[in-house]
C-alpha cells in the first residue's frame, strides 16, 4: 500500500465510469470545491468521460484565487516598508494587484522570500533579528493550523520581529452562499483536506437545510469517480446526506488537535472573498491575546485604491456560473505567462486547469 | 494549496520526523498529530502532517471499488 498507485488503476477506472454512465439519468450539476480536485479532474480528462447529462462545476476551493485583490495590495505596500521582509507561499507572488505584484515588488528589491512551510519564515525571523518578517497567511482549515502554530511559537519564545497577515479563511460560510446561489448545487464533491481537519459535520447543514448530496472525496482519480458515483446514487434516490469517500484519511470528528489550536489563535470576522464580496464570519483573524503578532495590528501603512479588472470573469466562475472557455481574455491577452486573474494564476485555478488540460477547441 | 501527499515517517525526532515521499526525505513537523509512529503514512502538507492515513480503510476502499467493479462486469456479461 503506497495510498497512490491503488487509485488509479485503468481496469477499475473503466469500470467505475460504467457503472456511472448505467446508474446516472438526471441532468445534474456537481461542485467541487477543492482546487487540487479541480487539477485532477482535468489531469486525468475525467470531466470528458462522464455522461452528458453530468455537469461539472469549478466551485472557491482555491485559496490564492479567492484572495481579493486589496490583500494583494496590501501585501505589496507592507513589502514597500523600511526593514520588512515578506514571506510567502510561491503561488502568491503572482497574483497581479491592482498597479503591481510581489513579483515585480521583488523585482524592483523589495525583501520578499518564498517559503515551503510556515516553521521556515519563523526561522528567518529567527536568524534576521534586524527585519520584521511578515507571513502572508492565505488557505482555508488545511493550512490555517500551520500558521496557528507559528504564531504560537513566536508568542511562546517571544520573537519579536516575526508578524502574521492572515488571509486565513473557513469554508462553511462560502458553502453556504454558494447552496442558495444562482446555480443549482444537486451534490457536491467536498474538500478532502480541509475535511481532514474540520471533520464531516460541517456539512450537515447543506443535507439539513439545502438538500444537497454530500461526498466527501479524496484526490486520485478513482477517488473522484467513486465519489461522483456515490453522489448520483444519492441523487437518483432524492437522498440527501453526508458520506465520506475519503476513510482513509477523513473522520467524521476531524483533527481536534488542529481545531482546538486553530480556536486558540484564531477568531472568525467578516471577510473579503474575490468575486463574491464580503462574506460573513468567514475569514480568520488573530485573537487580541496574540494581537502582538497580528501585522494588520502592528503595521500602518497606506494602500492604494483597489482597481477593477474589466473583462476578467474569475468572480463568476468562482461562483460556478461560467466557465473560463466563456471569458474573451481567455488563452489572448491572459494565460500562465501573463495572468490577469487568479484563476489563472494558481496552478489549481480553474482558468490555469482549463488551459493546461482543456481541448484547444472547446 | 490543500495539496497533501502520503508520506511515510521513518525517523522521529521530538516533534519532528524525517519522511520518504516514495524516496525523497523531507522534515514534517509533528505537533498537529496523537501519538504518530514510525512506520505511519501521513498526509504531509507545507511541512506538516495533518493525519495518519489508515491502511485498513485504504484497502477497504480498493476492496469496495473492485466489488462494484466486479459486479458490473458480471452485469455486463
Given at each position: 500500500m503506497r495510498f497512490i498507485d491503488e487509485y488509479r488503476d485503468p481496469e477499475l477506472t473503466a469500470q467505475m465510469i460504467n457503472l456511472i454512465k448505467q446508474s446516472s439519468v438526471k441532468s445534474i450539476n456537481l461542485m467541487e470545491v477543492c482546487g487540487g480536485h479541480t487539477m485532477v479532474i482535468h489531469k486525468f480528462g475525467i470531466i470528458d468521460l462522464l455522461p452528458k447529462n453530468i455537469r461539472l462545476v469549478s466551485g472557491p476551493g482555491c485559496p490564492v484565487c479567492v484572495t481579493d485583490k486589496r490583500y494583494i495590495d496590501q501585501s505589496i505596500a507592507y513589502s514597500r516598508l523600511p526593514n520588512v521582509m515578506i514571506t510567502t507561499y510561491g503561488d502568491l507572488i503572482r497574483v497581479p494587484g491592482s498597479?503591481?505584484?510581489?513579483?515585480?515588488e521583488k523585482a524592483k528589491g523589495a525583501d520578499i522570500r518564498i517559503v515551503y512551510s510556515s516553521t521556515d519564515a519563523l526561522d528567518l525571523a529567527k536568524t534576521n533579528p534586524q527585519k520584521n518578517v511578515i507571513f502572508l497567511g492565505i488557505g482555508f482549515e488545511t493550512t490555517s493550523p500551520s500558521s496557528a502554530y507559528i504564531v504560537r511559537q513566536a508568542y511562546q519564545n517571544k520573537i519579536q520581529n516575526f508578524f502574521l497577515y492572515s488571509a486565513h479563511k473557513v469554508m462553511p460560510p462560502a458553502l453556504k452562499l454558494l447552496a442558495e446561489g444562482e446555480v443549482k448545487i444537486n451534490g457536491l464533491i467536498c474538500p478532502g483536506h480541509v475535511s481532514t481537519i474540520t471533520g464531516s459535520e460541517i456539512y450537515e447543514p447543506l443535507v439539513a437545510d439545502n438538500a444537497i448530496a454530500c461526498v466527501v472525496c479524496g484526490f486520485e482519480p478513482l477517488?473522484?469517480?467513486q465519489s461522483i458515483f456515490m453522489l448520483v446514487r444519492q441523487i437518483e434516490k432524492d437522498e440527501a446526506k453526508v458520506e465520506i469517500q475519503y476513510t482513509r484519511a477523513v473522520k467524521p470528528e476531524g483533527n481536534a488537535i488542529a481545531q482546538n489550536l486553530l480556536?486558540?489563535?484564531?477568531?472568525?470576522r467578516?471577510?473579503?472573498?474575490?468575486?463574491?464580496?464580503?462574506?460573513?464570519?468567514?475569514?480568520q483573524k488573530i485573537r487580541q491575546k496574540y494581537g502582538r503578532f497580528d501585522a494588520e495590528e502592528y503595521f500602518d501603512v497606506e494602500v492604494e485604491e483597489t482597481k477593477i479588472d474589466y473583462g476578467c470573469i474569475c468572480g463568476e466562475i468562482l461562483k460556478g456560473l461560467k466557465i473560463p472557455n466563456e471569458c474573451s481574455l481567455f488563452r489572448k491577452n491572459c494565460h500562465p505567462a501573463n495572468p490577469i486573474g487568479a484563476c489563472m494564476v494558481s496552478s489549481e485555478g480553474a482558468c490555469h486547469a482549463f488551459y493546461k488540460y482543456g481541448k484547444l477547441n472547446q | 494549496m490543500c495539496l497533501s501527499i502520503p508520506a511515510?515517517?521513518?525517523?522521529?525526532?521530538?516533534n519532528e520526523a524525517q519522511v520518504s515521499v516514495g524516496g525523497a526525505m523531507r522534515k514534517a513537523n509533528l505537533q498537529l498529530l496523537e501519538n504518530p509512529k514510525i512506520g505511519d503514512?501521513?498526509?504531509?502538507?507545507?511541512?506538516?502532517?495533518?493525519q495518519i492515513l489508515t491502511t485498513d480503510e485504504a484497502n477497504e476502499t480498493l476492496e469496495i471499488l473492485t466489488e462494484i467493479a466486479r459486479?458490473?462486469?458480471?452485469d455486463i456479461d
Open positions: 498597479t503591481s505584484s510581489l513579483e515585480k477517488d473522484i469517480l480556536h486558540e489563535v484564531f477568531e472568525e467578516d471577510d473579503w472573498w474575490r468575486g463574491f464580496g464580503v462574506i460573513p464570519r468567514s475569514g | 511515510k515517517i521513518i525517523i522521529i525526532n521530538e503514512y501521513v498526509l504531509l502538507h507545507a511541512g506538516f502532517a495533518i459486479l458490473n462486469r458480471e
